[in-house]
Structures are given as C-alpha cells and as structure tokens.
C-alpha cells in the first residue's frame, strides 16, 4: 500500500476529471487526465496533467472524485470508489499528517514513519473520544476503543477488534494501544484519574499480559 500511494504530485491537478494507468506493470503510475478526444473506432485521446497524451480504450479510463472529497475521512462515502480514487485520498490525508482512515466499521491505519505517540496517544485524546459516536470525530484507535468498550458496557456484549496488516512491529503496538485505552475506559474515570487507574489490580494484572505479548 505504501508503495501505491505515491502518486505524482503533478497527477493532483483540479482541472483533470479522469485517472489513467499509463503502464499496467507498475502500480503506482494513476495519473490524473483529462479526456480531449475521441478516435473513429470508439477509443479516447487523454492527457495527463504532465503533458503526456495517450489514446486507450474507455475501459481504461477512470472517473476522478471531486477535489471536495480529497480529505474525506471515510472512503466509503466516496462517490467513485475505484483504486485510484482511493489510493488518492489516503495520500491527501496522508500529506497533512492524517494516517487514519475509516472504510466503514474498518480502519486503515498508515505508517507516519516518525513517532506520533505524544500527539495521538496522549491520555487528553483518550479523554476527547470517550462516549463519542465512531465518525463524529477523527478517525482514530481510540474511537474503536470506546465503541468496543461501550458495546460491553450498555449492550453487553462480546466485542472483537481485529488488527491486521503486514508490519509485525506496527501491528504489535496498536494491538496493545486498542486493549490498553479499553481499560482506562473501564477502570480510569471513576475518580477522574487516568494515571491512578493504571495501578489497580486488575488493570494492572491485563496491562502486564499485554507486555508481554509484545514482548
């Protein structure tokens, strides 16, 4: 997925209307284009905001969002749900340092490749989703969390979040951070202390569990 989401800067151009994939064998070369032409025998003439001009089959060539939906949190309320279109959305998002993403009940979760931990994790932002509806605010880890936590809780259910993905590492740590905010839901707001919380026994006793499973 990392290496799909460079897509050219040159290709985010408002005026093009279209995506194009001028070289099948690579999967990061969408361009966006636009349509300039029509050839006798049903195929279209494109241009790349590049400068590069093609002509290929309609089959080729792909709707593109409007720029309004660049940013949009949730991929399923895309218009046009096609690779690039997607693919070009994370990247926005991913440029002004959003790495969540919901795709209905899922979230994808991108690399930042620095650490985030002070500005996402931090017990203010844990405080932020708690008893909030999945999509009023940010995506993030802490929305399914509270969502999972409060599914148990009102409706008394089992709840299962499944992390999955390719990065043993990165999977490891959000594998401890979902279980970790779900028991400072449970056990940290009765006296209004996230840190005091942490010290009783059987948040205590589930933390040392989650240590060593990441371990």
Known sequence: LDERLRIPKESMDDAADSWVLLDPSRPDSWSACSIVGQTADGNVEVQ??????????????LVKNHPEQDLTADLAQLVHLSEPNLLHTLSCRYAI??????????????NPWRDLSSELYAPAQLIRYREQPVGILPPHLFALADSAYRGVQQESEDQTILV???????????????????????????????????????????LQSLELLHA
């Open 48 to 61: 790349t905001t590049r400068g590069e001009r093609a002509v290929l089959s309609p089959k080729s060539v």
């Open 164 to 206: 999955s993905g390719d990065r043993c590492a990165a999977l490891t740590e959000r594998g401890c951070i979902v279980p970790r905010a779900g028991l400072v839901l449970c056990w940290g707001f009765a006296d209004g202390s996230l840190r005091a919380s942490l010290s009783r026994a059987p948040a205590a006793a589930a």
């Open 97 to 110: 340092g959003e790495i969540y993403t919901y795709t209905g009940p899922i979230l994808i979760a991108l």
